[in-house]
């Protein structure tokens, strides 16, 4: 069972003059739900290397037990410090992929042709694909074989419009997670502001915010029969 897990590579939080980046507790819950499960993790970004973490998830207040076992796991953070080139990823390698969250994705990975080739080819072969929190925006152009959206017409979720607005990010990032996937004909539904939910519809598997990351990978896991 191998997992492609893809982080953003982008740190700019659009014009605010702060940092952003992955989500830490997007990657590291889901990374050991794969890992525990057996499974043999890959992890890529558009530029490899250390991917940005935002600095809002390393503060005390968004630490859980995977961020703590993360920053006890010397080869985790090896791992993670050392992501492959989106641009050498062949999906055929791989049984599933995962996107993790944070602000980050919504400029560099809902936009790169990298991701979303391999977003389509991973689709067209039948393979899970997953996203979180702000994640299901790397699925705006990604299309199906017949070339309609991906998410068109499947139950989906993602960062909700409430949950942006009480960051207060509403009119700094480059769209809205919740506003683009029903743009684009997702059935989009969420539950309260930080509260778990995901959704597996198909082989899209889509969870709101941080907290559903867990349920995101566990869903991921049982359509790979793990």
């Known amino acids: 069972?191998?997992?492609?897990?893809?982080?953003?590579?982008?740190?700019?939080l659009g014009d605010s003059g702060k940092k952003t980046g992955f989500w830490l507790e997007e990657f590291a819950a889901p990374y050991y739900v794969f890992l525990d499960a057996g499974a043999d993790v890959t992890l890529?970004?558009?530029k490899g290397g250390?991917?940005?973490?935002?600095?809002?998830?390393?503060?005390?207040?968004a630490q859980t037990d995977a961020t703590k076992r993360f920053r006890q796991?010397?080869?985790?953070?090896?791992t993670l410090a050392t992501t492959r080139k989106l641009i050498n990823i062949d999906a055929d390698r791989f049984d599933a992929v995962f996107y993790p969250g944070g602000h980050g994705p919504l400029w560099d990975l809902?936009?790169?042709?990298?991701?979303?080739?391999l977003i389509d080819d991973f689709y067209a072969d039948g393979k899970p694909v997953s996203a979180v929190c702000h994640a299901p925006g790397v699925l705006r152009h990604?299309?199906?074989?017949?070339?309609?959206?991906?998410?068109q017409g499947k139950r989906v979720t993602g960062f909700s419009n409430s949950e942006e607005d009480a960051v207060g990010l509403t009119?700094?990032?480059?769209?809205?997670?919740?506003?683009?996937?029903?743009?684009?004909?997702?059935?989009?539904?969420?539950?309260?502001?930080?509260?778990?939910?995901?959704i597996d519809d198909g082989h899209l598997i889509t969870g709101q915010n941080p907290a559903s990351s867990e349920a995101v990978a566990q869903l991921l896991l049982k359509k790979l029969g793990a």
Not at 1 to 12: A, F, G
Not at 52 to 61: H, T
Not at 142 to 151: E, F, I, N
């Open 171 to 198: 009119k700094i990032v480059p769209f809205l997670v919740e506003d683009e996937l029903k743009k684009l004909g997702g059935e989009y539904s969420k539950e309260a502001d930080w509260k778990v939910y995901a």
């Open 50 to 61: 250390h991917p940005p973490l935002d600095p809002k998830s390393d503060e005390a207040d």
């Open 44 to 46: 890529a970004s558009p």
């Open 73 to 78: 796991d010397y080869d985790a953070q090896k």
């Open 1 to 12: 069972m191998k997992i492609l897990m893809v982080l953003t590579s982008h740190d700019k």
């Open 142 to 151: 990604a299309r199906k074989p017949d070339g309609t959206p991906l998410v």
């Open 110 to 117: 809902a936009e790169d042709e990298n991701s979303i080739a």
